[in-house]
């Protein structure tokens, strides 16, 4: 089955960098679109970052910030995330789509969600 697992989350201060990573397994990883989304508390779960064919996509409050890359030869989909900022805590979720290319900004656009993993950020 499909599985995506992430990993990279952590403690962190003011401006420093973290790197998120999801390894997924159990279909063809290819290039179809991935995301990351992230959840803090009593809030929304929103969109970080997007990469499809078409490119990438990024949220307001990371653009310049958040990089979303790929590698497809190791079916992982990446977020590096530097200057952070007590406003980034929250848990970030890796989410995938397995049957199309095309990058998505809403939440039901993804099929298959990772369980999460913490990014606490202290000032």
């Known amino acids: 089955q499909v599985q995506l697992v992430e990993s990279g989350g952590g403690l962190a201060q003011a401006g420093d960098s973290l790197r998120l990573s999801c390894a997924a397994s159990?279909?063809?990883?290819?290039?179809?679109?991935m995301a990351w989304f992230r959840q803090a508390p009593g809030k929304e779960r929103d969109l970080v970052a997007a990469?499809?064919?078409?490119?990438?996509y990024y949220a307001d409050s990371v653009k310049g910030r958040f990089t979303i890359s790929r590698d497809n030869a190791k079916n992982a989909v990446y977020l590096q995330m530097n200057s952070l900022t007590p406003e980034d805590t929250a848990v970030y979720y890796c989410?995938?789509?397995?049957?199309?290319?095309?990058?998505?900004?809403?939440?039901?656009?993804?099929?298959?969600w990772g369980r999460g993993t913490q990014v606490t950020v202290s000032s």
């Open positions: 989410a995938a789509k397995i049957n199309s290319f095309t990058l998505t900004r809403s939440l039901t656009g993804y099929p298959y």
């Open positions: 159990g279909y063809t990883f290819s290039s179809y679109a």
């Open positions: 990469i499809g064919w078409s490119g990438t």
